[in-house]
């Protein structure tokens, strides 16, 4: 079982709809991540969360935002995306940056129709 | 050139068979190195956390080779479960937050 949960599993979106993924840890991590990954490739970093503060955006798109209301949840919200968009989003968590490892949820596949 | 680098694979071993994957790195300054697998259509999950001295959890192996910049993951008595693919992490403690991924290697056991 995952100690990271995100919701939803599952995600079919227009291109002109406006959602949001959630993801939620009780670990106490203070550290809390969104990935994005296309099959058959590694899971490629959009944002970091450190101790509340955005510390890496990595040149993602602004139809991507970010937001982290507290240390345990951190939500992804999406407007106008592309197709190309479609991919699996996986939310992870650490103790702190750097030595520790990532602890990923489930995932949220999402698809942009 | 990639910042981390995996065996492409795939690998196709037989039940029982011992299989080995090497990851290089190129940044020296890399200080933790994790291997993870993920299944087909799931999260990564850790595997195992690998350690300058070498470390072990049951059938697998993992080692560090810091003179030459690698790490190892040795798979012993391989089973139909391990099929996954093998993804090779290597963080940068001073860059905090930022961990860098290998392609992964696929491993498929055969029966």
């Known amino acids: 079982d995952t100690e990271v949960t995100q919701t939803p599993k599952h995600l079919v979106m227009g291109m002109t709809n406006k959602k949001s993924l959630k993801c939620e840890q009780h670990?106490?991590?203070?550290?809390m991540y969104w990935y994005k990954q296309k099959a058959k490739k590694p899971p490629e970093l959009m944002f970091v969360?450190?101790?509340?503060?955005?510390?890496i955006n990595e040149s993602v798109p602004s139809r991507f935002s970010p937001e982290c209301p507290n240390s345990s949840l951190l939500n992804l919200h999406l407007h106008a995306l592309q197709p190309e968009d479609s991919a699996l989003y996986l939310c992870a968590s650490s103790y702190e940056g750097g030595s520790s490892p990532l602890h990923f949820g489930n995932g949220t596949r999402l698809t942009v129709t | 050139r990639k910042e981390v680098e995996q065996d492409p694979g795939p690998f196709n071993v037989p039940e029982g068979a011992t299989v080995a994957f090497n990851c290089t790195y190129s940044?020296?300054?890399?200080?933790?190195f994790f291997w993870y697998r993920q299944d087909c259509r799931k999260e990564p999950k850790l595997l195992m956390s690998?350690?300058?001295s070498g470390n072990e959890d049951g059938r697998f192996t993992a080692q560090l080779n810091r003179a030459s910049q690698y790490i190892s993951l040795l798979i012993r008595d391989s089973k139909l479960s391990d099929s996954a693919t093998y993804l090779c992490v290597v963080n940068r403690n001073t860059n905090a937050g930022k961990s860098t991924f290998g392609d992964g290697t696929t491993l498929t056991v055969k029966p």
């Open positions: 690998v350690y300058s």
């Open positions: 969360y450190s101790y509340e503060k955005l510390s």
């Open positions: 940044n020296s300054a890399s200080q933790s």
């Open positions: 670990m106490g991590h203070r550290a």
